[in-house]
């Protein structure tokens, strides 16, 4: 079957450290993975997006690996701040008029 | 720049109610979703529509049903609502390429007793 993993429900982290979130994917051929984060009580909020045929992916202190080899990507923030505490989703979409699939999400907090 | 906009933002249902959520968009995207969010089962899509007058089934449809009558609305029904269905739902949008990002809104919180 189908199936999203965001490596684990929860992850806290110092403030400064950088954090590394990871969503694996099984039976999937994407074309494309994206990144969101979903504040208490909100919509999520799109962060980015890697193209199959893309290695990396950067924004201000976010930084996106895409390994299609692995069926994996890794989501990172460095220089960890307070205000980053939230959850972030992984969603990815097959080539077609086929919707986003998203992971569970992983609930990521910075200690200050 | 209101975005998508959901109503209503909380309910309170009987079982066996009806009711209508009703989602608007005004950036004139053609693909129209409707997603579930229940603790420790992340988003689930119930339906979707790729333009107007199209909808589709998504992986959670049972109990529900759609409606894209003009393309900046997407209506999802309730006819006879059951505890299951308590949760948030959440509404979004996108452009028809697929390579951009979605626009949900502030999510329903539908709680039926």
């Known amino acids: 079957s189908q199936k999203i993993e965001q490596n684990s429900e929860a992850l806290n982290i110092q403030e400064g450290k950088t954090a590394t979130l990871t969503c694996n994917y099984t039976?999937?051929?994407?074309?494309?993975l994206q990144w969101y984060r979903q504040d208490p009580g909100r919509g999520p909020v799109f962060l980015l997006l890697i193209r199959e045929n893309e290695k990396e992916k950067r924004k201000e202190r976010l930084k996106v690996t895409f390994d299609t080899t692995l069926k994996q990507s890794l989501f990172h923030i460095t220089a960890s701040q307070p205000a980053d505490s939230a959850t972030y989703l992984c969603a990815l979409a097959v080539s077609g008029n086929t919707p986003l699939v998203f992971g569970k999400g992983t609930r990521f907090s910075v200690i200050a | 720049n209101a975005g998508v906009t959901q109503t209503p933002k909380f309910r309170v249902l009987k079982t066996g109610q009806s009711m209508t959520l009703l989602c608007a968009q005004d950036m004139n995207h053609e693909y129209m979703y409707w997603y579930r969010q229940d603790p420790g089962m992340g988003l689930r899509l119930i339906h979707y529509?790729?333009?107007?007058?199209?909808?589709a089934k998504g992986e959670v449809p049972d109990g529900y049903n759609v409606s894209r009558l003009k393309k900046q609305n997407f209506l999802l029904g309730l006819e006879s609502a059951a505890p299951s269905q308590t949760s948030v739902y959440f509404c979004?949008?996108?452009?028809?390429?697929?390579?951009?990002?979605?626009?949900f809104g502030q999510g329903t919180r539908l709680t039926v007793v």
């Open positions: 979004a949008s996108s452009y028809r390429d697929k390579n951009t990002e979605a626009f």
């Open positions: 039976n999937y051929s994407p074309a494309y």
């Open positions: 529509s790729v333009g107007e007058g199209t909808t």
